[in-house]
């Protein structure tokens, strides 16, 4: 079955970039749509956006001007980076599979990367 | 951007209860309307979707209802494996959006 799995830094310093890679096995990225959602500690999920294979992608307003996705299919990995990030963007990160049009459903995810933001 | 407003925020039940959930959308969304299960620690799991679909491997006690503005997640008898948090989120146009979602307590 598809499995997804975060990667990247726990820690990213205020003001610097973040960047996390979600690698998926089972199943192909080409052909499909890929998402990124976050969760701060205790609260509610916040969409960041998605990605398709052929490199189409839509974010969130709120996160636009900060926030890009990429892909490569050689590896089967796709990417999120958020620049200037500050002490609000700490949160538990997700990747998930984008089911029917976008913003579509996920399913599945993969575990989750708490990023922290400090200093 | 479509605003998912969900209530109550939390409830507390014993097992054998019915419980239901309601998610109210700022604008019509037809049935674009998915439910979710978290437990602490974990990613959320796909319940429902497209309003009243049952995913596969989801127990036949969890159904979902609604169309337009107004939805509900029901559970019909509550088990101690249901005890978590429960969003909803829509699928009919970008950005994505959440509800804030609803815990559910013994």
């Known amino acids: 079955q598809v499995q997804l799995q975060e990667s990247g830094p726990g820690l990213v310093k205020p003001s610097e970039t973040l960047s996390l890679t979600c690698s998926v096995s089972?199943?192909?990225?080409?052909?499909?749509?890929w998402s990124w959602i976050r969760q701060p500690p205790g609260k509610g999920l916040e969409w960041i956006g998605y990605?398709?294979?052929?490199?189409?992608?839509n974010y969130s307003p709120s996160l636009k001007s900060r926030v890009t996705m990429s892909h490569d299919t050689s590896r089967n990995q796709f990417s999120l980076r958020l620049t200037s990030v500050t002490a609000e963007d700490t949160a538990v990160y997700f990747c998930a599979k984008v089911i029917g049009s976008p913003p579509g459903r996920f399913d599945p995810w993969g575990q989750g990367i708490l990023v922290t933001v400090s200093s | 951007d479509i605003l998912l407003t969900q209530s109550p925020s939390s409830l507390s039940a014993s097992v054998g209860d019915r419980v239901t959930i309601t998610c109210r959308a700022s604008q019509s969304i037809s049935v674009y309307l998915n439910w979710y299960q978290q437990k602490p620690g974990k990613a959320p799991q796909l319940l429902i979707y497209?309003?009243?679909r049952l995913e596969s491997g989801v127990p036949p006690r969890f159904s979902g209802s609604g169309s337009g503005t107004d939805f509900t997640l029901a559970i019909s008898s509550l088990q101690p494996d249901d005890f978590a948090t429960y969003f909803c989120?829509?699928?009919?146009?970008?950005?994505?959006?959440f509800g804030q979602g609803t815990r559910v307590e013994i």
């Open positions: 990605i398709h294979s052929s490199g189409t992608a």
């Open positions: 989120q829509q699928s009919h146009s970008t950005p994505g959006t």
């Open positions: 497209a309003a009243s």
């Open positions: 089972g199943d192909s990225i080409s052909s499909y749509y």
